[in-house]
């Protein structure tokens, strides 16, 4: 296994200014800064309109600093083909070509074209950070939005569908490398991304981030509330390398711990689970600890 | 060197001498022979370029609009509901003034469905800040492939070329090829003034704000509205380029094109048929017919229609007495748009001296409506009259309804 990065060997260089758009709390601010390192200098990046388009600025100034091509809300992944194909055409070998786009993005909007880079094997890594819903435009629900969540278009009853699971889709694929991460868990992020750029074809990373205005939390709790989720066993970190799946990082650990915080201490950090009732929050206890008794037994077996 | 083949070949090859280097496509009829040959030319090693068989139209134009910003040659087809599920892409790549080339081949658009030729697929993106070309033969389908990645570099501006599916797509004539050393000498190699590059980054299309704003030195940089304004005037400004593309080619290869229209028996016509695409060149035949009965007839097509050569149409249609505007599309709830534009472009000649030529319009063709001479005969020569009645009502040809 590689070694772990940490925050002392992380590249000092800063490829996203400080004092960019992004909200007061923004965990994409974490994610984007810590994955910008880990990608480096050499990087073409696809951003569809997200957060990220935000966050990157108003012409003529942009807060990023690499070269960066803003694209139509569905073209992601085909945009990246794009650059892909006139690399090769044009003769210039490593450059990292990387979609970094929102859970609409590539959910909803954007899972045509992510699913056929994917069979077709092109060789670019995609990002999608998972906010949990529509958060540009005003906080709508988005297929990845968890049951119960209040947004702007779910306002009294909360969503009534389950969170769509892209990781699976994607591993469905067959491609290499399929990872979770968290934004509240910014090295291990940086250490996937790392790794993700040493396989072939599509590489997709799902990065977990919490969002203040949207979920409803103080801009001070971001960090604490990826914690919570990943610590209550609701968001796995994970890795699919060539089709093994294992628990990575703090899921890891709490596979050895045993231990898993109660899931109401997530649901109570946010006001968006507000109208959430005790018994729901018990039936995805319940949903949980049925996938982690299957974690913890396949430990047992090996 | 002479071959006959069909018009779908025409264009895949004018690609292939014109060096694409990236080429996205989905397959829809009557497109698919074109971009099959350019996928068997590239698998033959007859060509060097990417291939990428594409899940959408969307993500066709997706691909080659991203490498095109990337600094390679950036080649797509379609047809009819194809191209405007691109819709999108279609504003995204003039507004980005990215100089992709396509191929638009004629067809009617659904609901219901059709395969056939009509016009309304391209003309409905009339608006979309592309140029669009219209080829009335295989030979004007080869050479317009080729002069339109000049145009389109020279411009920054993407270009559609536009013919008749399957009246042109799908069969075969005579037509050049040109030498490959000489397509060489016509287009130099595509060198953008800007491509994406790590090594010099900068972010492309970004949010850009109604009103003027500064940069970081302090020096102000366009808004929304100016960069429009921008593609408005060099919009305009493509038309004396094409002008000396069309120089240029003919210097090189001895023919060439209008370049803005193409008129035949109009010097002393009475009466001038407009018309865009081969159905121009069936009107020849019926203006032949006419006047062979004395009738003084020519027929006009526009090569051109966006940017609209408004000046040249009016100029050779100031002195005849009646117009008569044949369209494969509709504006639904008005008129054929090409009959639209040729009444504004006559207006002002109009203005100057108090009076103008009569306009028809008559549509045909829709769907791939069999158009039969004699009904164009009979329509045309109903029209070469002095006082035409009811001139604002819209006309159609071989409705059975």
């Given at each position: 296994m590689q070694s772990k990065t940490n925050i002392l060997s992380l590249p000092e260089e800063e490829l996203v200014y400080p004092g960019n758009r992004a909200c007061a709390g923004c965990a994409l601010g974490i994610a984007y800064r810590i994955g910008l390192k880990a990608l480096g200098k050499n990087t073409i990046i696809v951003v569809p309109p997200s957060c990220l388009t935000v966050l990157q600025g108003l012409f003529p100034i942009a807060a990023t600093k690499l070269p960066s091509l803003n694209v139509t809300f569905a073209s992601t992944a085909a945009a990246a083909t794009g650059l892909l194909g006139a690399l090769k055409a044009l003769g210039k070998k490593n450059i990292n070509v990387v979609g970094w786009a929102g859970d609409g993005g590539t959910s909803d909007i954007g899972l045509q074209s992510l699913s056929g880079a994917c069979e077709r094997g092109d060789n670019f890594l995609y990002i999608c950070y998972d906010n949990e819903g529509y958060m540009n435009t005003g906080v709508q629900r988005s297929g990845t939005t968890p049951l119960g969540a209040l947004t702007?278009?779910?306002?009294?009853?909360?969503?009534l569908q389950q969170k769509k699971d892209v990781s699976t889709i994607m591993a469905a694929h067959g491609i290499e490398y399929v990872a979770t991460c968290s934004a509240a868990y910014p090295l291990d992020l940086f250490d996937k991304i790392r790794k993700a750029?040493?396989?072939?074809g599509v590489k997709y990373l799902h990065i977990h981030t919490p969002c203040p205005p949207g979920w409803g939390f103080e801009p001070r709790y971001a960090v604490k509330v990826g914690k919570l989720a990943v610590e209550t066993g609701l968001f796995e970190l994970y890795e699919v390398d060539r089709g093994h799946m294992r628990l990575t990082g703090a899921s890891n650990k709490l596979l050895e711990k045993r231990k898993l915080l109660p899931a109401t201490d997530y649901f109570r950090a946010?006001?968006?689970?507000?109208?959430?009732s005790d018994a729901q929050i018990e039936e995805i206890q319940q949903d949980i600890d049925t996938r982690w008794k299957g974690y913890f037994e396949s430990l047992n077996n090996t | 060197m002479q071959i006959i083949e069909s018009g779908n070949v025409a264009a895949a090859l004018g690609v292939k001498l014109s060096r694409a280097q990236v080429i996205a496509a989905y397959p829809i009829t009557p497109q698919t022979p074109l971009t099959e040959k350019l996928s068997e030319l590239i698998e033959a090693q007859d060509m060097q370029a990417q291939y990428i068989p594409v899940e959408s139209e969307h993500s066709a134009l997706a691909v080659c609009i991203a490498a095109s910003s990337a600094g390679a040659r950036a080649f797509t087809a379609t047809s009819a509901n194809g191209l405007l599920y691109m819709h999108e892409q279609i504003h995204w790549a003039a507004g980005a003034r990215l100089p992709i080339v396509m191929c638009v081949v004629n067809r009617g658009v659904g609901a219901p469905w059709t395969v056939w030729n009509d016009h309304q697929d391209s003309i409905s993106q009339r608006d979309t800040g592309w140029i669009q070309l219209y080829a009335n033969d295989h030979q004007q389908i080869i050479d317009y492939t080729i002069k339109a990645f000049l145009l389109a570099e020279e411009m920054m501006i993407p270009v559609m070329v536009c013919y008749d599916g399957y009246l042109l797509s799908h069969t075969y004539m005579p037509f050049d090829v040109p030498e490959q050393s000489r397509v060489d000498d016509f287009l130099p190699p595509y060198k953008p003034a800007y491509a994406l590059d790590p090594g010099s980054p900068a972010n492309l299309n970004?949010?850009?704000?109604p009103d003027v704003r500064a940069d970081i030195n302090g020096k102000m940089a366009h808004g929304y509205m100016e960069i429009r304004h921008l593609l408005q005037e060099d919009m305009r400004g493509s038309m004396d380029m094409l002008v000396r593309v069309e120089t240029r080619f003919k210097n090189i290869f001895g023919r060439g094109v209008g370049p803005f229209i193409e008129s035949y028996?109009?010097?002393?016509?009475?009466y001038i048929a407009v018309a865009l695409g081969s159905l121009s060149y069936h009107l020849r035949d019926v203006v032949d017919t006419l006047r062979s009965e004395g009738i003084k007839a020519g027929v006009m097509s526009v090569q051109i229609y966006r940017p609209f050569p408004a000046a040249a149409i009016a100029e050779a249609l100031k002195k005849c007495a009646g117009i008569i505007v044949f369209e494969k599309a509709l504006s639904y709830g008005y008129q054929g748009p090409l009959c639209s534009d040729i009444k504004s472009a006559i207006f002002h000649n109009a203005g100057n001296t108090g009076s103008h030529p009569f306009v028809l319009n008559y549509i045909l063709g829709?769907?791939?409506?069999e158009i039969v001479t004699k009904d164009l005969y009979d329509a045309f020569k109903a029209s070469c009259i002095d006082k035409p009645e009811k001139v604002d009502d819209l006309r159609w040809i071989g409705l059975k309804i």
């Open positions: 702007a278009n779910t306002p009294i009853k909360g969503k750029l040493t396989y072939n946010q006001s968006r689970f507000k109208t959430l | 970004t949010v850009t704000l028996q109009c010097d002393d016509a009475r829709l769907g791939g409506r």
